[in-house]
């Protein structure tokens, strides 16, 4: 009997010496983990050989196979990583962080449409990890799916709501696919009639069905070739050789600014190109008459 109780005292010792030692292990492996977010120093094969079976999650819940996952699609080893996937959502599928990892894994490999579903139940699974809902976003995006985006947003809860970040990626979004509709091919463009530029413009995104204005930017040319901008700055302008020319009031002698000028009938829009910005960026913009 005595034997049988030292036995069993030894035994116990050392399961618990061994589990200890592997728990000690797995925290190291795990604190290099963290420090390396965003460095990818380590290696998917590192992870694999030296971070221990025992335990398999995380203090926060999170399956450690899923490090190795995250790992393996980084370095693009999309064959392998479905196994650490698939361990990950059966040591805890109720944070729903296999689905995640699935909507990145199908997107690796051109399948939209089932990422977008495994993100959607990543998201509606576990909707206050902001990742889920970034990461269904950024899909919807690819959709240009405003619908789902719009559902998304209003299935928050009002903390998560009036959580600035949450907002910040539906505005972003939501712009996006928005902006993914803006029409910028004319087939009609022409030169700009000096007649027809007399009166108020304001800058103007034309969308299908729709126009956006943008009050910030006015131009309001009177004749005989005065402009106002704005801020009710004046300057004189003049049309020639299919551009438009901004000259200083009391210097007309040389313009201190030009661009190109074209105009389309059928948006009853005059587009500027190659207007400055700063001194590394130009860009091209779009206006309509309201007067």
């Not at 398999?56 to 980084?74: D, E, G, Q, R």
């Not at 091209?284 to 309201?290: L, N």
Request: charged share 20%; hydrophobic share 35%.
């Amino acid at each position: 009997m005595k034997n049988n109780l030292t036995f069993i005292f030894l035994a116990i010792s050392i399961y618990c010496v061994t589990v200890n030692s592997l728990s000690f292990k797995s925290r190291q492996i795990q604190n290099l983990i963290n420090l390396d977010r965003g460095k990818n120093s380590l290696t998917a094969d590192y992870l694999i050989e030296q971070l221990p079976s025992i335990p398999n999650i995380t203090i926060t819940a999170i399956p450690l196979a899923i490090y190795k996952a995250n790992y393996l699609l980084s370095e693009g080893r999309l064959d392998e990583v479905d196994k650490y996937v698939s361990e990950a959502i059966n040591v805890n599928p109720h944070i729903f962080i296999g689905e995640y990892f699935k909507s990145k894994i199908y997107m690796a490999r051109g399948k939209l449409d089932s990422a977008a579903y495994s993100a959607k139940k990543a998201f509606y699974g576990w909707p206050k990890n902001i990742d889920h809902y970034d990461n269904y976003l950024n899909i919807l995006e690819f959709k240009r799916d405003t619908a789902s985006l719009i559902d998304a947003f209003n299935y928050l809860t009002p903390d998560l709501k009036n959580n600035p970040s949450y907002f910040k990626s539906f505005y972003k979004s939501f712009n996006k696919v928005k902006l993914s509709y803006l029409i910028k091919n004319y087939n009609d463009l022409s030169p700009m009639p000096i007649d027809s530029i007399y009166g108020t413009w304001v800058r103007a995104y034309n969308f299908p069905g729709q126009v956006v204005y943008d009050s910030t930017l006015i131009y309001s040319f009177k004749k005989p070739n005065i402009l106002q901008d704005v801020d009710s700055l004046k300057y004189n302008f003049k049309l020639k050789n299919d551009s438009l020319f901004f000259l200083f009031t009391n210097n007309q002698s040389k313009p201190f600014m030009s661009t190109p000028i074209r105009y389309s009938d059928s948006y009853k829009t005059f587009v500027l190109y190659n207007v400055p910005i700063d001194r590394n960026t130009s860009q091209t913009q779009h206006f309509r008459k309201v007067e």
